[in-house]
Nanobody, 123 residues
């Protein structure tokens, strides 16, 4: 059974940093993309970043480019999201997703999802 489990969320002041982790068990996504999405209160879930598990190609939403960095550790079967210069509008539940077989920007492309971790940015 495939499981994705996020960790690392919490409360941080604006301008601060957090690193989210996504632990994958049950299989490896060696041929497909993994991604991070987020859902703010009252809003739809949106794409944040994606990475190809094998080649390390990365994609970012414009709103997080130059502030967030996605990475993966193939040996540990984990994915990360380093978030710097956090803003109030980054407050959301962040979810990792695995095994994208279409456009990495669309949540419908992903086969597996974690339950999410809450990031709250305060002023």
């Amino acid at each position: 059974q495939v499981q994705l489990v996020e960790s690392g969320g919490g409360l941080v002041q604006a301008g601060g940093s957090l690193r989210l982790s996504c632990a994958v068990s049950g299989r490896t996504f060696s041929n497909y993309f993994m991604g991070w999405f987020r859902q703010a209160p009252g809003k739809e879930r949106e794409f944040v970043a994606a990475i190809s598990w094998s080649g390390g190609s990365t994609y970012y939403a414009d709103s997080v480019k130059d502030r967030f960095t996605i990475s993966r550790d193939k040996a540990k079967n984990q994915m990360y999201l380093q978030m710097n210069s956090l803003k109030l509008e980054d407050t959301a539940v962040y979810s990792c997703a695995g095994d994208s077989r279409g456009s990495v920007y669309f949540e419908e492309s992903y086969q597996y999802w974690g339950k999410g971790t809450l990031v709250t940015v305060s002023s």
